[in-house]
């Protein structure tokens, strides 16, 4: 179909506004829905242009629909309608991409004669009845300065302004107005952009789901360049710079990376079918595919894209950054602070400026080696930091493929130092990270899908290290200040390149173990510290692996776990390392819960180191029973209360609790009548249930399933009370708290109904040990992540009259790893085969 004929047949029979938006909103459809084809033959900047242009033609087709309508035969020529219409934003820059709103300025000049109001509300409404998404904006030519003046996102869209169609005399004039608006006050302009981009990097960092619009390195970094080029030199391209301000091949290896940006921006918005910019992991194999990355094994695919995408943002954020430090430097600096700067110079044309190194535009380089002197040289000082022009001197510099001695002596001393990981951000900003520690080449921009780590391989292993050099826990920080100066120095390498294994075949832990032992022999670290290192990478997810899958408790289990760390230094390093890596994975995973089961599990492996022999569960509980009677508040307790808290049946209850903790339970459990509730909503959600009448468990965990359960215990205590303790990896707002305490109260009913799905678990995902230990038989399923899992067992549980001691229930990479200690009854072992009939039946 011919749309212009089609809508000339429409003028003609004097058609309605909404029949010519139907049939515009039918061709804008068809259009979109034949994108993807489009998209196969022209991807990146072409695909936008392409885009962006096929959009100028719709809104020029219905620029001139409305003035044929308001004018008929009358119809003046085009430059005598004193109306412009103006793309702004990326849809001035041709960079729109498909579901991205467009931004449309309509600029006029009050004329009499003409209905300007009308003709303008006409051009939107018919805009908006054919289905586009306008963010558009109304003004008078001579408000424009004004407006730009109200706010700094307005100026910078004007900015931006390109001629889509109305009068040229028209667009003249607002020409002559943004050169007005472009001149006023650069220097605020400037800085409060600088500002804007802080805030923004910081809230968008580089993570495993980078924001490539918005985050660090994305295409937000290389507008600024563009918007502080066009104040400062009234240009309308960035390569206008080149030659000058901006060096050919530098301009050419951002522009590829930019290309390729634009091109995974087009495909996520295909393949979402709504504007997205977060290359979310669901999204990542629709985005491969229409990127046509193609390999064997799809899974590689996916990696190759993420890790292009990662490194892509790296190179817009490294060749932006110089620039835009060259051009807005007349901004930041004024002639008077010139000889204060003097002072500060650390070696001629580099100096210090609020603890942060800067060089010399045009200094030339000297060798990498003395730029690494300079870095260690500081860094032994404060935490360094570097601004993008000392970064660009650096990645100037060749690193020798073939290191000499004092090279080799100077990398080995970022390891000394108390402040390694600045030096190593630094290597990483300026690009030559991998070609001065090289078992981290192959992890350089290396994705992570496990849905665990936040950031990709190398910047976790930044992160860990950085972790360690603030070290501020008050158990790990006297641990690592005790260990001698080479042994933090290993500790530190350690924890740079913990994961350098990644990306194999093998496992990454003995590839890393491998890498490790090669590359911390060429540094010269002594052979029984390398040898201590190689034991650390190669167990360095033990006490994680050990605290969500097995039973800590269970003193065999503690012994399996520290009998290939052989002493207690190495145990202390694992421990540091441990809590270190944990803090890396992101924000807020390592919590209390964790923090809790890490230190259970040291100080029970610090015990076996200590006594060799093992001890059994009845010794553990006499030492706490000890401590407990040692306490003056429990002294100061009746004699009849003493002996019932010692009586209390359980050996987990005294295993698991300080004497100061079952002091507190055990006194809170007098004053229970029918039952008592504590519930704490702090990082994550802790619910304490003291009951003396029965509780409908099943129904409970039902209405609870929503939250992610981690573990649950119930001990007897004495008097008929049972105490529950259910922790949860999620928390509730404060006002979430009463409806919480109602689905408690309800749990009391033993009659109330809830209706639970049968989870489906195969037979070989449930194992029942019935001699785990003399008082406890062990349950364990792993099994896929399903909702009201142990809600179900549970409930099927309570049916049985089955009472669970505890429960540790681990999530990852969708599967569940669930632990079950019950109570040696008699009802259990003897329903065995009941039980695993019950729960792998399909139903």
């Given amino acids: 179909m011919n749309l212009n004929i089609a809508i000339e047949e429409l003028l003609d029979k004097e058609a309605e506004d909404f029949e010519i938006s139907k049939l515009l909103k039918k061709e804008i459809k068809h259009y979109l829905d034949n994108l993807e ?17 096929k959009i100028d033609q719709f809104l020029s087709i219905i620029y001139r629909v409305v003035l044929r309508k308001m004018f008929r035969e009358f119809q003046p020529m085009r430059n005598s309608v004193p109306i412009a219409l ?17 931004d449309l300025m309509i600029v006029y000049k009050e004329t009499p004669g003409y209905n300007i109001e009308e003709i303008i509300e006409k051009i939107l409404y018919i805009a908006w009845d054919a289905g586009f998404h306008l963010g558009h904006r109304v003004h008078e030519i001579s408000e424009l300065p004004d407006v730009a003046k109200e706010d700094i996102t307005i100026k910078t869209a004007l900015m931006e302004s390109r001629f889509i169609i109305g009068s040229n005399f028209i667009w003249m004039e607002t020409q002559r107005q943004l050169g007005v608006i472009r001149r006023h006050e650069p ?15 910081l809230k968008h960092p580089v993570t495993m789901e980078p924001n490539i619009k918005e985050c660090v390195g994305g295409i937000r970094d290389a507008n600024l360049a563009f918007w502080i080029a066009s104040v400062r030199h009234n240009v309308f391209r960035l390569r206008e710079l080149v030659g000058s301000v901006i060096d050919e091949t530098d301009y050419t290896e951002y522009r590829a990376a930019l290309e390729f940006i634009f091109r995974v921006r087009a495909a996520l918005h295909l393949t979402a ?6 290359l979310r992991l669901d999204l990542v194999p629709g985005v491969a595919t229409l990127l046509g990355i193609e390999k064997k094994n799809p899974k590689k695919a996916q990696k190759e894209l993420v890790s292009r995408t990662l490194q892509s943002l790296d190179i817009i954020r490294k060749k932006s ?7 807005s430097r007349p901004y930041l600096y004024e002639a008077s602070h010139i000889p204060l700067l003097r002072k500060e110079y650390v070696e001629p044309g580099i100096f210090r400026c609020q603890d942060t190194l800067y060089a010399r535009r045009g200094l030339k380089p000297k060798t990498f080696l003395y730029y690494l002197k300079l870095l260690l040289k500081e860094a032994a000082l404060y935490p360094v930091v570097t601004d993008a022009s000392f970064e660009h001197l650096i990645d100037r510099t060749e690193v020798p493929k073939s290191k000499g001695k004092q090279l080799v002596g100077a990398i080995r001393q970022i390891f000394y130092l108390p402040h390694s990981a600045s030096v190593v951000k630094a290597l990483y900003r300026s690009g030559k990270l991998p070609q001065t520690i090289q078992p981290m ?14 950031y990709p391989v190398d910047l976790h292993s930044y992160h860990t290290l950085l972790t360690l050099d603030n070290l501020r826990h008050d158990l790990l920080r006297p641990m690592f200040d005790a260990l001698d100066r080479d042994s933090r120095a290993m500790l530190k390498l350690v924890a740079l390149l913990h994961d350098a294994g990644k990306g194999r075949i093998r496992d990454h832990r003995e590839v890393g173990a491998d890498l490790f032992k090669v590359y911390a022999q060429k540094l010269g670290f002594p052979e029984p510290l390398v040898k201590e290192g190689i034991l650390l990478i190669r167990h360095h997810t033990r006490m994680t692996d050990t605290i969500h899958n097995e039973d800590i408790y269970d003193e065999s289990t503690v012994s399996r776990f520290v009998a290939p760390l052989n002493n207690r230094k190495l145990l202390d390093m694992l421990f540091i390392l441990t809590y270190c890596d944990v803090n890396a994975v992101g924000e807020n995973v390592y919590n209390t819960f964790t923090e809790r089961m890490l230190k259970t599990l040291y100080f029970a492996a610090v015990e076996i180191l200590e006594k060799p022999a093992i001890i059994d569960e009845t010794a553990k509980r006499l030492r706490r029973e000890q401590a407990l009677k040692k306490l003056p508040e429990f002294k100061a307790l009746p004699r009849s209360l003493q002996k019932k808290i010692a009586a209390i049946e359980s050996n987990l209850f005294f295993i698991k609790h300080t004497a100061r903790e079952i002091l507190e339970i055990a006194s809170r459990a007098r004053s229970v009548i029918d039952y008592d509730m504590q519930i704490t909503a702090g990082e994550t959600l802790k619910i304490e249930i003291y ?9 409970l965990l039902g209405k609870l399933s929503h939250l992610e359960l981690v573990t649950m215990e119930i001990f007897k205590l004495y008097d008929g009370v049972k105490y529950f303790v259910l922790e949860f990896n999620d928390t509730i707002t404060p006002e979430e708290v009463p409806m919480v305490e109602q689905i408690i109260h309800d749990s009391f009913d033993m009659e109330k109904p809830i209706k639970l799905t049968r989870p489906v678990i195969k037979p070989k995902e449930i194992t029942i040990d019935c001699e785990h230990t003399k ?17 179900y067992v549970a409930h099927y549980f309570d049916l049985l009259g089955i009472d669970i001691a505890t429960a540790v229930i681990t999530t990852r990479k969708h599967r569940v790893n669930d632990l079950f200690l019950i109570e040696k009854n008699g009802k259990f072992c003897t329903n065995k085969k009941k039980i695993l009939e019950e729960l792998t039946s399909e139903g």
């Fill in 86 to 102: 103006i793309a702004l934003g990326s849809y001035g820059r041709e960079q729109l991409c498909v579901h991205s709103d467009i």
């Fill in 37 to 53: 084809e489009i998209f196969q033959q022209t991807q990146g900047k072409a695909f936008l242009v392409h885009h962006t242009r």
């Fill in 273 to 278: 079918r709504k504007k997205e910019d977060t």
């Fill in 691 to 699: 009951r003396k009448i029965p509780i409908n468990l099943g129904y």
């Fill in 775 to 791: 008082t406890y038989a062990l349950m364990q399923i792993k099994t896929a992540n399903q909702r009201g899992l142990m809600a």
């Fill in 321 to 327: 950054s110089y620039w835009i430090g060259l051009l």
């Fill in 187 to 201: 220097r605020e302009y400037v800085l409060s952009k600088l500002r804007e981009s802080e805030n923004r990097h």
């Fill in 441 to 454: 080449k192959r992890i350089m921009y290396l994705p992570q899908f496990d849905g665990y780590h936040h």
